[in-house]
Structure formats: C-alpha cells, structure tokens
C-alpha cells in the first residue's frame, strides 16, 4: 500500500524568504506525485504534478518540486514566499495502476508566512 | 465556469437525524469521490465513483452512503449521524485516472 508522510506539521518563514515543505512518500510500484494548497475556508487546488518525465516539475505560483526516486521524496519548494502563499499545503501519491481512485494524501503543512 | 458545487456549506445537526450533502460538477467528469479533512489526519477517502452506478469504498466508509444516479451529482447521505462523524467534507472530481482532482469547497459538518 502507498502512504505519504509530510514530515513538518507547520513551518513559519518571513516574507521574501526561501521555503522548503518535505514529503517523504512509500510505494512498491511506479507513483505519481501531487501537491496541493489549500487556503483558508477555500477546498484544494492543485498546485504541480509529477506523472513521468523530468523530474523538476514546475507549478503555479512559483511553486516547484523535485521527484527524487532514490529518497522516495517529493519536496515542495519556492525561492522567495509572499504574505499570499499562507495556506496548508498536502502532498499526495497515486499510480498509473491504481489512479485517482488510491489517491493517499499527506496529514498537510501548514505555511505561515510572517511580515 | 468549471465548478464542483457542495451544499450545504454549513450544518448543524443532531445524532440520527439523516442528512445528505450534495455534490454537483459540470465538466463532464467519469470520476468523483468524497473525502473528510479532520485535524492531523489529512484527507481519507470516505467513497468514489468511476461512472453512472459504480461506486465502491474509500478508506473510511462506515457510516455513510453514496449513490450515483447521474454523471454529474454524487450525493453523500449519512443515515444516522453521530457525533464522530463531526468533519469538513470535500467532493472532488476528476477527468484523468492519474489523480488530478478538483474540489468542491467544502461542506462543515457538526453532530450534536
């Protein structure tokens, strides 16, 4: 069975500074990797995928995340944060086999962004 | 404008007394699924659907129902709600297999 693990519950950064959120993801067979963000009161929205291909993939925002098959890790990151990217933020894995139907997602992040 | 809709955003309601959220989408999406987001759980699967009437089990499925009549509706039914079931439910819907999911905006659910 897949599982994913966001191994930070909250991270606090100050504005204009670079960020980092960690997920960690557990599969025997080939995966798919999503990051989504939710802001406040809102639902999901994807934010960058990981189907195949290169393994730096790019996301709105100016989100990006690396696909690092030997560590089993999807982290999430982004050069320079504003007061807008407050939100929490879930990493998700699924497969080409199971597809959306497995989706596992993450217990979340939550980003607090400081003045 | 692409949307998955849940109704009603917020209820307040008292152990047994059955109730169902609705979940409406327009982009012609085969597959949909309900999820519950509870504090340091992220989300768990409640149910899924991949077409008109087939419907199986997510991960947390006790408690409630779901019927597939329509493409577009998914409706979640909770016959005796108890306060456990007390959770922010999210519908979301997908075109691809992948997992490329878009979400309705929420549904709060109190159980006194």
């Known amino acids: 069975a897949q599982s994913v693990t966001q191994l930070d519950s909250q991270v606090p950064v100050f504005e204009e500074a670079p960020v980092e959120l960690r997920c960690n993801y557990s599969?025997?067979?080939?995966?798919?990797l999503f990051w989504y963000v939710q802001y406040p009161n809102q639902g999901l929205q994807l934010l960058l995928k990981?189907?195949?291909?290169?393994?730096l993939v790019k996301g709105i925002n100016g989100f990006e995340a690396e696909f690092n098959k030997s560590q089993t890790s999807f982290h999430l990151r982004k050069p320079s944060v504003h007061i807008s990217d407050t939100a929490e933020y879930f990493c998700?894995?699924?497969?080409?086999?199971?597809?959306?139907?497995?989706?596992?997602f993450g217990q979340g992040t939550r980003l607090t962004i400081n003045p | 404008e692409a949307q998955v809709t849940q109704n009603p955003r917020y209820l307040i309601t008292v152990t047994g007394k059955k109730l169902t959220v609705t979940c409406s989408q327009n982009?012609?999406?085969?597959?949909m699924s309900w999820y519950r987001q509870d504090p340091g759980l992220g989300l768990r699967q409640i149910y899924y659907?991949?077409?008109?009437?087939?419907?199986d089990k997510g991960d947390v499925p006790e408690g409630y129902k779901v019927s597939r009549k329509e493409k577009r509706n998914f409706p979640l039914i909770l016959e005796s709600p108890s306060p456990n079931q007390t959770s922010l439910y999210f519908c979301?819907?997908?075109?691809?297999?992948?997992?490329?999911?878009?979400f309705g905006e929420g549904s709060r659910l109190t159980v006194l």
């Open positions: 998700a894995v699924s497969g080409p086999i199971q597809g959306a139907q497995k989706l596992v």
């Open positions: 982009m012609n999406h085969e597959y």
């Open positions: 659907s991949m077409n008109v009437e087939v419907t």
């Open positions: 599969s025997s067979v080939s995966v798919y």
């Open positions: 990981y189907l195949s291909g290169s393994t």
């Open positions: 979301a819907s997908s075109f691809s297999g992948a997992g490329e999911l878009f």
